[in-house]
């Protein structure tokens, strides 16, 4: 990965996200994201702009789904107590 990328896109992902493999994880999906959706790409914009904004979207998405998982109760024993 080129100085460049790091500085532009991995660094702001590492901001939202606070873990390096999440915003690894990120940067590839939302360069999948842009790969995918290159045709929707308009001239009137810069493509760093539309870039960045797929990314930052992206991190986003993660960062709803970390507050949507759930934990399972097995994990943590419940006990009755008695008054």
């Given at each position: ?36 959706s290159i ?11 539309w870039l ?25 024993p419940l ?5």
């Amino acid at each position: 990965m080129s100085c460049f990328a790091k500085l532009c896109f991995l660094l702001p992902i590492y901001i939202y996200l606070k873990n390096e493999e999440e915003a690894k994880d990120a940067m590839q999906d939302a360069f999948l994201k842009a790969f995918l959706s290159i045709d929707s790409y308009k001239d009137d914009t810069s493509f760093g702009s539309w870039l960045k904004r797929i990314v930052i979207h992206t991190c986003i998405d993660q960062l709803k789904k970390k507050h949507l998982e759930t934990v399972s109760l097995e994990n943590y024993p419940l006990e009755i107590m008695e008054d």
